[in-house]
């Protein structure tokens, strides 16, 4: 297995400072101990729009010069929006990174079972089919590029390796796995090494990250006496910190045969001690994982 570093860490979107462009990030990579770079096929990193032609060369270039690989492109499509002809957007947008993904050869493109969230006013089970639709027609998109697709259990209508499983077995199609969270995996409280086994040789990539779960918070509703609503807020921590059993994790995807990329990603709004992170503590957390993923590996 190889140590790649997800994008989306630089993104600027979840610390206090600038985003880092690829062309500054994949020199970082490369002198931290990263292997990849999982390319976030959207602005301000990597949109579609953007990256083309001549651009897409360099990029890749630039990796080749330093020995980074460019495994994945991490796509944002959205193919359960209730519109029908946002959907045909969406679509354009998934075709455009299958594009990209060639230009640049990365040979995988990662999709969720939709997009990012359940939408409440549509039926759960026709989202379902929209999004194995759009699965399908892009899964057959990407053959005929030399790509495969990567479908990650997220927060749209696939969220667990079961869905991803029962969703890949009804697109029917040799060209589509599947991407794996640990974390997601944890937070859904789905035992690892069963995961891993079922998905098997259909595991393509894998994100990690690690948090821990925080005491509840709590909404107060005035009612005949006092009631509330509990929340569990989960945080970032870096690797190693938290309940995300990556040991298990990484010996089982070895067992199954896996070879490929353990993506880390700094990729959900958190805190150190209620103060906004910084470039500097997303560096001194990316930095730690590729020490820890090195050392879990045997590198």
């Given amino acids: 297995m190889k140590v790649c570093l997800h994008s989306i860490s630089y993104a600027g979107l979840f610390y206090e400072g600038r985003h880092v462009p690829l062309k500054e990030m994949i020199p970082k990579a490369a002198e931290m101990g990263y292997e990849g770079v999982e390319v976030t096929a959207k602005r301000p990193l990597a949109s579609p729009l953007d990256v083309k032609g001549k651009k897409a060369k360099e990029i890749k270039e630039l990796a080749d010069s330093y020995g980074i690989e460019l495994p994945l492109i991490a796509a944002y499509a959205d193919l359960t929006n209730p519109d029908p002809l946002d959907r045909e957007k969406e679509l354009l947008y998934a075709v455009e990174c299958i594009r ?7 040979p995988i493109v990662r999709f969720y079972g939709g997009g990012d969230k ?26 005929d590029r030399g790509i495969k697709i990567a479908l990650e259990p997220h927060t749209s209508v696939v969220q667990t390796h079961e869905d991803a499983l029962d969703m890949v077995e ?20 789905e035992p690892v090494e069963k995961a891993v086994r079922a998905v098997g040789r259909l595991l393509l990539h894998a994100h990690v990250m690690d948090f ?18 509990e929340f569990t807020p989960i945080q970032d921590v870096p690797l190693g910190e938290g309940e995300v059993d990556l040991e298990t994790f990484i010996r089982t995807a070895s067992e199954v045969g896996y070879e490929g990329h353990l993506s880390y990603e700094v990729c959900v709004p958190f805190h150190i001690r209620h103060r ?18 090195r050392r879990l590996l045997g590198k």
């Fill in 100 to 106: 990209m993904a060639e230009e640049m050869e990365s």
């Fill in 118 to 143: 359940v939408y409440e006013e549509v039926p759960f089970r026709q989202q379902w089919e929209w999004a194995k639709e759009g699965l399908r027609y892009l899964a057959e998109v990407a053959e």
């Fill in 170 to 189: 009804q697109i029917g199609s040799d060209n589509v796995g599947i991407c794996l969270d640990p974390p997601l995996l944890a937070i859904h409280r």
């Fill in 212 to 229: 821990v779960r925080k005491p509840v918070l709590v909404k107060y509703h005035a009612m005949p006496g006092l009631a509330v609503t």
């Fill in 276 to 293: 906004m992170p910084t470039l500097q503590d997303v560096d001194r957390m990316t930095r730690h994982a590729a020490q820890y993923l």
